[in-house]
């Protein structure tokens, strides 16, 4: 069961050449569009030469019963233990045991030093953190190369069995969403090199030949796919107690070797209080790192006084549960005139959105994973009746959308503190598993 990512990985590492196991269908959910394809034979080795078919998960009980499946294999991310139990229900109702697979049997070895980076939650702002972390190991003289959690959601997933993206270019060869943009631009901007793909012994390889120190950074709030040296957990007090809440947020939280409560400068003394306790009641012995987003914007002053649409990260105010990000806050630091209500303006899938994700009334996901979902954002972004448009998602949206309306970008960045901290900890792990000998 997943949702184009961990279960594939599974898969790959454990199931794949295994002649102990029969695996009859992946399901599919949480990503608009990855159901209905075909896990290929280039990647389901020689035990299923016809590839294996991929069904939308609604269909397990039945997929269970017509198949006379034994075990299920649960495999996606940033999910409330609730919902967790609730699918265990549903496939224990049904004849078949619920399996969670964990870090011994999922993980795989590098030849090289790794820091992964994680979160408890999705949108906790993890990814600016990898990046940093990046460029004070390249300022220190060491190449780089970052390896992501995976995106695979072409209907072609042989095509993306090992992506690497190193130019703007690259994200038009893997037809990459709005989501993958997220991901991958700021890491070009940097002139940074990044994987992704389906197959990550074979992304292992690829970064292994031009890297002395490799960067895991990690998507939801899933744990590494790569055997870290040090492991570093986003929290986030703005989603205070979430951290012992959700699956397998709190997993990466308990193996962490330091933990950065990010955020504390907008969210409440209070919360940030009790994220530190929980993270001292389950892992006492990881370092602990307040850390500061700023939130930065080249042009503040177009928002005071006017009408404006606030547009967020996807994933961060979705399946993430966030109401609000950078985007929200900054209209607010500068004085919008009006914060508009999207939803009266939203067309197709993105009606669908908010009808799944009814928590948000103030901001407009990025969604776009597909080039008709990025169509139907464009005719949401044109039909609202604003003055400008505030996007909190990470890329460039005028790369990928076209409208007549002033776009105001605004991010996330690394405060000058939580830079230091993060200095002694890539200092402290480069005494440890790298001399200056191996630099360039």
Not at 11 to 27: G, L, M, P, Q, S
Not at 86 to 96: E, M, P, Y
Not at 192 to 207: P, Q, R
Request: glycine share 8%; hydrophobic share 35%; net charge negative.
């Amino acid at each position: 069961m997943g949702a184009a990512g961990r279960d594939f990985h599974n898969f790959n590492v454990y199931f794949r050449d295994n002649e102990r196991y029969e695996v009859v269908a992946f399901t599919a959910t949480q990503i608009p569009g990855i159901a209905g394809r075909m896990y290929p034979p280039e990647l389901s080795g020689r035990l299923y030469p016809s590839g294996i078919p991929i069904y939308p998960e609604d269909k397990i009980s039945d997929l269970i019963k017509e198949n006379d499946v034994d075990e299920v294999v649960f495999a996606y991310s940033d999910i409330s233990y609730s919902y967790v139990m609730s699918r265990s229900s549903i496939v224990n109702a049904a004849g078949a045991d619920f399996v969670l697979m964990g870090p011994r049997k999922t993980m795989l070895r590098s030849l090289k030093p790794v820091i992964a980076v994680c979160a408890v939650r999705t949108g906790c702002g993890k990814s600016q953190i990898s990046r940093k972390i990046f460029e004070i190991l390249r300022e220190r003289g060491f190449r780089v190369v970052s390896i992501r959690h995976p995106m695979p959601y072409d209907k072609n997933l042989s095509t993306q069995i090992c992506q690497r993206f190193a130019s703007y270019d690259d994200l038009e060869k893997y037809n990459c969403t709005i989501e993958e943009r997220e991901e991958y631009e700021p890491y070009l901007d940097m002139k940074g090199v990044i994987y992704a793909g389906v197959d990550y012994g074979e992304i292992l390889k690829h970064a292994e030949e031009e890297a002395d120190v490799i960067i895991w950074d990690g998507g939801n709030n899933d744990f590494p796919f790569i055997k870290p040296d040090f492991l570093i957990t986003v929290a986030d007090p703005h989603r205070a107690g979430h951290e012992l809440l959700y699956y397998p947020g709190e997993l990466t939280l308990r193996l962490a070797d330091a933990v950065v409560i990010n955020k504390v400068n907008t969210a409440k003394k209070e919360d940030v209080g009790r994220v530190s306790r929980n993270i001292k009641m389950v892992n006492p012995r990881a370092v602990v790192i307040k850390g500061v987003s700023d939130i930065m914007t080249d042009s503040g002053d177009m928002i005071t006084g006017k009408r404006v649409l606030v547009i967020e990260d996807g994933p961060t105010v979705t399946h993430g549960g966030m109401r609000y990000g950078a985007a929200y806050v900054a209209a607010n630091e500068y004085n919008a005139g009006e914060i508009i209500d999207p939803r009266r303006y939203a067309v197709g899938s993105i009606v669908d959105t908010f009808n799944k994700y009814d928590h948000l009334s103030d901001v407009l996901p990025a969604m776009g994973y597909s080039k008709k979902q990025i169509r139907e954002l464009e005719q949401t972004i044109n039909n609202a009746d604003c003055d400008v448009v505030v996007s909190g998602t990470p890329i460039d949206l005028r790369r990928v959308v076209k409208t007549d309306k002033p776009i105001v970008r605004v991010r996330y960045g690394v405060g000058e503190k939580t830079v230091f901290d993060l200095e002694k900890l890539v200092d402290r792990f480069l005494e440890k598993h790298l001399s200056q000998s191996t630099s360039h």
